[in-house]
C-alpha cells in the first residue's frame, strides 16, 4: 500500500517563505509533484520532478518556487519563496509510478496579504 504524506503548510505573510515536504512509501517513483486547489478553483499544476531531476513549473510560480527530491528516501520537497495570497490554497503531493498517480491528503497554505 503505498503512502503519500505531506508536511509543512501554515500560515504566512506575504512575502514570506514556507518549505512543503513530501514522503511516499515503497520503491522509487519515476515523478513526483506538487498541486495546488484553491476555493472554488481547479486543482492545478505547481511544480513536478522526475527521477532523473528534470522539473517543470507553472509560470506562476517560476522564480518563486523550488522543486527538490531525494530519490533514496522518496521525497520531494517545495520551497516557496515571496509568496503572495493567490498563492493560498490546500497543496496536494503526488507520487507516479508505474502510469499511476498516488496522491496525499493536502496541506492548507494561507498567505496572508
Known amino acids: 500500500q503505498v503512502q503519500v504524506v505531506e508536511s509543512g503548510g501554515g500560515l504566512v505573510q506575504a512575502g514570506g517563505s514556507l518549505r512543503l515536504s513530501c514522503a511516499a512509501s515503497?520503491?522509487?517513483?519515476?515523478?513526483m509533484g506538487w498541486h495546488r486547489q484553491a476555493p472554488g478553483k481547479q486543482r492545478e499544476l505547481v511544480a513536478r520532478i522526475t527521477s532523473g531531476g528534470e522539473t517543470y513549473y507553472a509560470d506562476s510560480v517560476k522564480g518563486r518556487f523550488t522543486i527538490s527530491r531525494d530519490n533514496a528516501k522518496n521525497t520531494a520537497d517545495l520551497q516557496m519563496n515571496s509568496l503572495r495570497h493567490e498563492d493560498t490554497a490546500v497543496y496536494y503531493c503526488?507520487?507516479?509510478?508505474?502510469?499511476?498517480?498516488?496522491w496525499g491528503q493536502g496541506t492548507q497554505v494561507t498567505v496572508s496579504s
Open positions: 503526488v507520487a507516479t509510478k508505474l502510469g499511476r498517480d498516488y
Open positions: 515503497g520503491s522509487i517513483f519515476i515523478r
